[in-house]
């Protein structure tokens, strides 16, 4: 960490939050962010059992972490999750500040623009644009100068690779890279600086555990994907850790593709 750069006390480790941490995307984040020596509040939703693993991995490296809920599409709980976050920066860090929020928590799937209905649509919009959105508004008091927000989009967002049935999940997707933007602006002013990642179809949980279920749909992605096989969560967690990382310094505003050349 360039303790200059981020008013960051030499003694206090770096802390980050990664949203959706009990699977998937998330959980390698976590992970890879530990080994770069930060401490790691680890959200889930439905499973608890999978944040706790997640926080196993990262005492198994030798660092620190600390599972907590969070439904990222009920911004009215976000004040609570707050008085978590902070109880758990002093119990846990010594510390009243964070170093980097990934916003990451999601869920996949699509539905014809036939058959969506406002629930569903509002749905997509809660979890995938409103939460990350405000979750970031809740906790940028305790964002320390430097800090890193990442947040998680989608190759679905791109001409090239859309897919029927995504205009829900896809529109989105696509708001929370120009909104992401827009905050690498405003928020520069207090050197934070706001990137997002666009994973290709990556092996995790998404849409029900669709690549567990129907393993069939693999080939005809991999034929579509340069690098010529599906992405792991490792291939993004390892982006998404240096993006939070001092090595990304000079890095803001980019939206970063980061699907082994899936649909070129
Ligand atoms: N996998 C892909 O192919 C792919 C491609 C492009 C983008 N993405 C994006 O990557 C991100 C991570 O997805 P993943 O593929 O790792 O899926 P995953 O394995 O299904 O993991 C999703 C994570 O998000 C959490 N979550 C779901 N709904 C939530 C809610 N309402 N509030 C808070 N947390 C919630 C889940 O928590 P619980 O398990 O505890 O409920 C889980 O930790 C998502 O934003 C997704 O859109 C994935």
Same mark, same amino acid.
């Given at each position: 960490?360039?303790?200059?750069?981020?008013?960051?006390?030499?003694?206090?480790?770096?802390?980050?939050?990664?949203?959706?941490?009990?699977?998937?995307?998330?959980?390698?984040?976590?992970?890879?962010?530990?080994?770069?020596?930060?401490?790691?509040?680890?959200?889930?939703?439905?499973?608890?059992?999978?944040?706790?693993?997640?926080?196993?991995?990262?005492?198994?490296?030798?660092?620190?972490?600390?599972?907590?809920?969070?439904?990222?599409?009920?911004?009215?709980?976000?004040?609570?999750?707050?008085?978590?976050?902070?109880?758990? @920066? +002093?119990? /846990?860090? *010594?510390?009243?500040? %964070?170093?980097?929020?990934?916003?990451?928590? #999601?869920?996949?799937?699509? =539905?014809?623009?036939?058959?969506?209905?406002?629930?569903?649509?509002?749905?997509?919009?809660?979890?995938?644009?409103?939460?990350?959105?405000?979750?970031?508004?809740?906790?940028?008091?305790?964002?320390?100068?430097?800090?890193?927000?990442?947040?998680?989009?989608?190759?679905?967002?791109?001409?090239?690779?859309?897919?029927?049935?995504?205009?829900?999940?896809?529109?989105?997707?696509?708001?929370?890279?120009?909104?992401?933007?827009? @905050? +690498?602006? /405003?928020? *520069?002013?207090?050197? %934070?600086?706001?990137?997002?990642?666009?994973? #290709?179809?990556?092996?995790? =949980?998404?849409?029900?555990?669709?690549?567990?279920?129907?393993?069939?749909?693999?080939?005809?992605?991999?034929?579509?994907?340069?690098?010529?096989?599906?992405?792991?969560?490792?291939?993004?967690?390892?982006?998404?850790?240096?993006?939070?990382?001092?090595?990304?310094?000079?890095?803001?505003?980019?939206?970063?593709?980061?699907?082994?050349?899936?649909?070129?």
């Amino acid at each position: 960490m360039n303790t200059e750069q981020t008013n960051q006390p030499t003694d206090a480790l770096p802390v980050a939050i990664v949203t959706g941490a009990s699977a998937g995307i998330g959980r390698s984040a976590a992970v890879e962010i530990a080994r770069r020596g930060f401490g790691v509040i680890a959200t889930y939703h439905s499973r608890p059992e999978g944040a706790e693993d997640t926080v196993r991995l990262i005492e198994d490296l030798g660092g620190t972490a600390r599972a907590i809920r969070l439904d990222v599409g009920d911004t009215e709980t976000f004040p609570a999750f707050r008085e978590q976050v902070e109880a758990a @920066l +002093a119990n /846990e860090w *010594g510390t009243d500040r %964070i170093d980097a929020l990934v916003n990451n928590a #999601g869920f996949g799937g699509g =539905r014809a623009f036939e058959d969506m209905r406002e629930a569903d649509f509002d749905e997509y919009y809660r979890v995938l644009l409103r939460g990350p959105y405000f979750l970031t508004q809740t906790l940028l008091p305790l964002l320390r100068r430097g800090a890193a927000v990442v947040n998680v989009s989608s190759s679905s967002v791109r001409p090239g690779e859309s897919e029927p049935g995504y205009s829900g999940y896809a529109g989105m997707k696509a708001a929370l890279v120009t909104a992401s933007r827009y @905050l +690498a602006r /405003e928020l *520069g002013e207090r050197g %934070i600086r706001v990137n997002t990642i666009a994973p #290709g179809p990556t092996r995790t =949980r998404i849409g029900g555990d669709a690549f567990e279920k129907y393993p069939d749909i693999i080939p005809a992605i991999a034929a579509k994907t340069a690098l010529g096989r599906l992405g792991e969560p490792d291939d993004i967690g390892r982006v998404i850790a240096f993006l939070v990382s001092a090595d990304a310094q000079w890095i803001t505003g980019e939206d970063i593709q980061v699907a082994g050349g899936y649909g070129l």
